[in-house]
């Protein structure tokens, strides 16, 4: 499984944009880039997922340079309710058997302030 | 529009007493995984089923079990709760093709007296 790592807290303002870069020097050919949000005391959410360039929804956009050795999370205008931690996971797509299961890194706890 | 659906919200439990935790989903997932968390850590996976097959990660205490007795349930036992199991409980459901991540319950928040 490819290990990931994130800086483990960021601090930002409403209405900036944030960018949160997880690197995974050892993805494999196979593997795929998901992004978890957690709120305390609830369950990671689902934010984003990608496996090369650039993947937009309407929360966020995820940004992987061509060598995927690491991934970018970016949210546009931020506002106090992002305070989350955000979880950068790496792993196959495809889940068979006993394999493939994500494993969650450290984190990056983002702070939002007025 | 709840689809993993974990009961209790809150579970204290005496030391030593087994409890169960439960976890159901809507979504006809054919993957259900456990994780534990503690406080200001990542979850950690306990074990995962894929349909019927159980898969347990090899750090996971023997004090957990788990039982998955149809598509839409999955159960998490803990036999002999101790101080260090109290924490937050989740159960996440995925497909076998992970097209838009793990989904998650709400979690059962444990708490061992």
């Known amino acids: 499984l490819a290990k990931t790592t994130q800086p483990i807290s960021m601090d930002s303002y409403e209405g900036q944009e944030v960018n949160i870069t997880c690197s995974h020097n050892n993805i494999a050919t196979n593997d795929y880039i998901t992004w978890y949000q957690q709120f305390p005391s609830q369950g990671p959410r689902f934010i984003i997922q990608g496996y090369k360039t650039k993947v937009t929804n309407e929360v966020a956009s995820l940004f992987i340079p061509a060598d995927r050795k690491s991934s970018t999370l970016s949210l546009p205008r931020v506002s106090l309710s992002d305070t989350a931690v955000y979880y950068c996971l790496v792993g196959d797509m495809k889940i068979t058997g006993g394999g493939n299961k994500l494993t969650f890194g450290t984190g990056t706890q983002l702070k939002v302030e007025l | 529009d709840a689809m993993v659906i974990q009961n209790p919200r809150y579970q204290v439990t005496q030391f030593g007493k087994p409890v169960t935790l439960s976890c159901s989903q809507t979504?006809?997932?054919?993957?259900m995984y456990w994780y534990q968390q503690k406080s200001s850590q990542a979850p950690k996976l306990l074990f995962h089923?894929?349909?019927?097959?159980?898969?347990n990660e090899a750090d996971t205490p023997d004090n957990f079990q788990s039982r998955r007795p149809n598509t839409s349930f999955c159960f998490l036992d803990i036999r002999s709760p101790g101080l260090g199991d109290a924490a937050m409980y989740l159960c996440?459901?995925?497909?076998?093709?992970?097209?838009?991540?793990?989904?998650f319950g709400s979690g059962t928040r444990l708490t061992v007296v």
């Open positions: 979504l006809n997932h054919n993957v």
């Open positions: 996440a459901t995925s497909r076998d093709v992970q097209v838009g991540g793990y989904t």
């Open positions: 089923y894929y349909d019927k097959d159980f898969n």
